[in-house]
């Protein structure tokens, strides 16, 4: 069966109590098991990760390759403007991913809108909170499904 693999970068682990006007009162755990509920009803497995280290992060996505992940779900927050080496490795591994932002970066300071992944990324989804998540995960399942 294929897999879905959700990847959380630095910090996420904080949501719920971490600038709730800019990234919503869910927590890490609420949004996970949404999306885990949602990927059992259609069928799928899914994976989840959070990690704050760069080095962590690549090695997740290369374990990718060898453990049934069809598609990746990649918050990679700070990750964004920062990590040529997250990106290097999800182009490595060649599994498609929907980039995904709980805010929208483009609206925020200048600093946030150099990005490292969208040019590689199916789509993105930003600024709809804990949603984002949610849309990304729908857009995935339709993706799997068509494959």
Not at 86 to 112: G, K, Q, T, Y
Request: charge should be negative; glycine fraction near 8%; proline fraction near 5%.
């Amino acid at each position: 069966m294929p897999s879905i693999l959700v990847l959380h970068g630095p910090n996420l682990n904080l949501l719920g109590s971490r600038e709730p006007g800019i990234y919503g009162h869910a927590t890490l755990a609420d949004i996970d098991d949404q999306l885990r509920t949602r990927s059992e009803q259609a069928g799928i497995a899914l994976k989840t990760f959070q990690t704050n280290h760069e080095g962590e992060m690549v090695d997740r996505i290369q374990a990718a390759r060898g453990d049934g992940s069809a598609f990746i779900i990649i918050n990679p927050a700070a990750f964004t403007h920062t990590s040529v080496a997250v990106r290097d490795a999800l182009a490595a591994v060649a599994i498609p991913f929907i980039e995904v932002h709980l805010s929208n970066p483009h609206s925020r300071e200048p600093f946030r809108h150099t990005n490292y992944f969208s040019d590689l990324a199916v789509g993105t989804i930003a600024g709809f909170g804990a949603d984002s998540y949610r849309y990304a995960l729908d857009a995935a399942l339709k993706k799997l499904a068509a494959a």
